[in-house]
């Protein structure tokens, strides 16, 4: 069971839309809709942004949204805002009732 | 509002057992599954995993021969003892309720545990 593989880094620019990716097997993200993603200020507890690939929990912004194809899943950020900077994890339900984590995403907004 | 608390030891000698206990205020801890998740200084997060109040568990294989977890719902608490601990268990510990699968909607502050002599 390896962690999940994301970029270690996006930037981009206030307004602009960026998209972090999230690639795993065809064992977690490839067999089910259970891929989650999780905001993280410093020094701050994970904070549930998207959750079954795409679902938004009440007060998360529309801003932010969830899709998959295939072994890979992408949180896509729209309207950049400096608040959004932050580290970004996915999750997936990898079988027999086991869980991973993405190796994680430092979100710069430039 | 639901609220939880970690709280254990912050030191824990190599070789011995790390114990940690979430205590849950605001709600109900029935009916939900409730999780372990850590995370190395600047590293990323691993589960380490969840109890139902009934008291089923899934662990993380990669730690299940020495995690042990239970609840006690009369406490709104639940609780972790992680065994044989070395400095690679040097970690901030986080207790969350989960929903579905990976999807966890509250969570603890953290508390940091040093594995050290």
């Known amino acids: 069971q390896s962690a999940l593989t994301q970029p270690a880094s996006v930037s981009g620019s206030p307004g602009q839309s960026i998209t972090i990716s999230c690639t795993g097997t065809?064992?977690?993200?490839?067999?089910?809709?259970?891929v989650s993603w999780y905001q993280q200020h410093p020094g701050k507890a994970p904070k549930l942004m998207i959750y079954?690939?795409?679902k938004r929990p009440s007060g998360v912004s529309n801003r932010f949204s969830g899709s998959k194809s295939g072994n890979t899943a992408s949180l896509t950020i729209s309207g950049l805002q400096a608040e959004d900077e932050a580290d970004y994890y996915c999750?997936?339900?990898?079988?027999?009732?086991?869980?991973?984590f993405g190796t994680g995403t430092k979100v710069t907004v430039l | 509002q639901v609220q939880l608390q970690e709280s254990g030891p912050g030191l824990v000698k190599p070789s011995e057992t790390l114990s940690l206990t979430c205590t849950v205020s605001g709600g109900s801890i029935s009916s939900y599954y409730w999780s372990w998740i850590r995370q190395p200084a600047g590293k990323g997060l691993e589960w380490i995993g969840r109890?139902?109040?009934?008291?089923?568990?899934n662990y993380n294989p990669s730690l299940k021969s020495r995690v042990t977890m239970s609840v006690d719902t009369s406490k709104n608490q639940f609780s972790l003892k992680l065994s044989s601990v070395t400095a690679a268990d040097t970690a901030v510990y986080y207790c969350a309720r989960g929903l579905r699968f990976g999807e966890f909607d509250y969570w603890g502050q953290g508390t940091l545990v040093t594995v050290s002599s």
């Open positions: 999750c997936s339900y990898a079988g027999s009732s086991t869980l991973v």
């Open positions: 065809s064992s977690d993200v490839g067999s089910y809709n259970l």
């Open positions: 109890i139902y109040t009934s008291g089923s568990t």
């Open positions: 079954e690939v795409s």
